[in-house]
């Protein structure tokens, strides 16, 4: 079989896309809110070997959820425009093959963490549980952005975990405040697909806040900020963070002129758009600890 795959070119290719590595958009997303975590945990620039440890599992794992959303969406996606020509629904890798490239991709993220305490490596026990399991919610969970939240945040207390070996009361809120954010952003995402997911049958928030779809992405946003404001005031945060976040409220203004009228092309480049407010809260947290 190695052989086979050896003799192919464009395997490594396939596997690429697969991963979604010629989208990184994921990859951002899952950064940055780790990276507000780093901070906030170092109270400024992180050890450097945690800092690339983490980068590094970000990418991993956030390959290893796409593998894994595409094998539990083999059967969904060919019915769906916008994922009719992924690699496994268009019927270019085998089941066999996702799997162990999202075992290969798990092991390698678990074995870059071992230098690092016992309690980063025992919370990535139920990180690794929510980012297998989560391709599947759609099919029995109502808002399986909510639970993608919950994924997406756990690399905070994991960064926490790493650069303290504690996990201070902070986490929860930072956690929180993300999952809003990140309901918000998949939710417009969700919107794309909407027409498709309603015939197919399956679960999004998009589907479950019906005609207020619009009103429950910019309600997630709104409380995205308020919890990262009063996040700034328990760590005695200073201008350059509260103007970061004001840069983020704008975007997010600019970002509710894209979804309003549900447009699928606009509602996506919201999505996407929604990178820029990962950097410039980052971008407020970093320079705030820097000019103290």
């Keep these: 079989m190695v052989s086979d795959l050896m003799n192919q070119p464009n395997r490594f290719a396939l596997y690429a896309r697969l991963m979604r590595l010629d989208k990184p958009i994921g990859i951002l997303l899952l950064l940055w809110p780790m990276l507000w975590g780093l901070w906030f945990a170092a109270q400024g620039f992180p050890d450097w070997h945690i800092l690339f440890i983490f980068i590094m599992g970000t990418i991993l794992m956030r390959s290893a959820g796409c593998v894994m959303n595409d094998f539990a969406d083999r059967k969904i996606d060919p019915h769906v425009e916008r994922t009719k020509n992924r690699p496994m629904a268009a019927g270019q890798v085998s089941s066999k093959e996702a799997l162990l490239l999202a075992a290969g991709l798990s092991l390698v993220a678990f074995i870059m963490i071992l230098p690092l305490n016992l309690l980063t490596i025992a919370l990535s026990v139920p990180a690794l549980f929510l980012a297998a399991s989560y391709p599947f919610t759609k099919r029995f969970f109502a808002m399986p952005q909510a639970y993608l939240g919950i994924t997406f945040s756990f690399a905070i207390p994991m960064a926490f975990a790493a650069q303290t070996n504690s996990l201070p009361a902070i986490i929860w809120m930072l956690m929180l405040a993300n999952l809003f954010w ?111």
């Design 182 to 292: 990140v309901v918000a952003y998949d939710t417009a995402y969700a919107i794309v697909d909407k027409p498709d997911d309603l015939k197919i049958g399956i679960q999004t928030s998009a589907i479950t806040f019906g005609r207020f779809d619009v009103a429950g992405v910019m309600i997630c946003h709104a409380l995205f900020i308020v919890l990262m404001i009063y996040i700034g005031q328990l760590q005695a945060m200073g201008m350059a963070y509260y103007a970061g976040l004001l840069v983020a409220v704008v975007l997010m203004g600019y970002q509710y002129t894209l979804i309003r009228n549900r447009d699928r092309a606009l509602c996506f480049k919201a999505f996407l758009h929604n990178n820029y407010v990962g950097m410039v809260v980052f971008i407020g947290i970093a320079l705030d600890f820097l000019i103290r």
